[in-house]
């Protein structure tokens, strides 16, 4: 499907909320990563996920996406209630979430049209894998959709010549052409050049307007504040903030995160 045809398809879409979590806890033995989530994502938001290291930001991107199963709570997808015994990540692709992981999203050694159909290979009528359509798909995406033209990667690429920015692009592009109405990040922009990272940034504003939504983690505030519609802090497995970047700015919005860390130096939120 192009991007065309799934931005009409976008626009048609009914639900209130793409996803929202109710009372979610997530437990690792004896620790327990989450605690009480109640967060909704609207249809067509972009939603920055903030907070210190081990705050529990990637396990709520995991409970969501069917990767760790929540102890308790209640998950909606499409206003839907989920079953939780039964979610798992085969089931968000099915229902059109897609992640690009913290952990590294795309094969070091294979090409890129290899790549592009990772866990949903196109096969023929005899069960092998179809190569030149995979190809074709994955030279149209590249070409008309992440506008890698002029820059010399076409579907035979090795993912390990390309640049940080551009691998994010395409696992980002990989979501878009599956038709994804959630695109969860994990630190998109981690170790990339400033130009790299604009690159990032300027795919999650595509997010946006093509109608999706997107939650996204992101270390570096002033990104996050100017990109997201809301953002939700973490703070040792609790949201402790949920707002809109006009509600605090990017100062109060630090100061904020500093007093997380040091509760009792007086420093005001
Ligand atoms: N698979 C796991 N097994 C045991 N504990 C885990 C597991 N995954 C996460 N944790 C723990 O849960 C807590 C939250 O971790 P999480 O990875 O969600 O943090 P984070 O906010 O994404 O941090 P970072 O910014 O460093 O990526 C941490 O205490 C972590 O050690
Ligand atoms: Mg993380």
Redesign the pocket.
């Known amino acids: 499907m192009s991007v065309k045809t799934s931005l009409r398809a976008s626009a048609h879409r009914t639900y209130t909320n793409i996803v929202k979590a109710e009372g979610l806890c997530v437990s ?2 004896k ?1 327990q ?1 989450l605690t009480d989530i109640d967060l909704a994502i609207g249809r067509n938001e972009i939603v920055g996920l903030i ?10 991107i995991k409970a969501l996406t069917g990767v760790v199963r929540p102890s308790s709570g209640r998950l909606y997808i499409r206003d839907e209630l989920v079953d939780l015994g039964r979610y798992s990540v085969r089931r968000a692709h099915a229902l059109r979430f897609e992640t690009v992981y ?1 952990e590294k999203s795309l094969g070091e050694k294979q090409p890129l049209w290899r790549n592009f159909f990772v866990g949903r290979q196109i096969v023929n009528r005899l069960g092998f894998i179809n190569v030149r359509e995979q190809r074709r798909i994955a030279n149209e995406i590249l070409q008309s959709h992440l506008g890698f033209r002029s820059l010399g990667i076409d579907a035979n690429s090795t993912v390990s010549n390309l640049s940080g920015g551009e691998r994010q692009g395409i696992a980002i592009g990989r979501a878009m052409h599956f038709d994804a109405d959630l695109l969860v990040l994990d ?1 998109p922009t981690t170790a990339l050049a400033i130009k790299e990272v604009r690159k990032v940034l300027d795919f999650v504003r595509w997010i946006k307007e093509s109608g999706r939504a997107a939650i996204y ?1 992101e ?1 570096n505030l002033a990104h996050v504040h100017a990109l997201a519609d809301r953002l939700v802090v ?1 703070d040792r ?1 609790r949201i402790v903030a949920d707002i809109r970047p006009m509600e605090m700015d990017l100062e109060e919005l630090a100061r904020f995160l500093i007093s997380l860390q040091h509760p009792h130096s007086g420093i005001a939120a």
């Open positions: 690792f033995g620790v990563a907070g210190d290291n081990g705050a529990g930001k990637s396990t709520l913290q630190e983690i270390h973490l497995g």
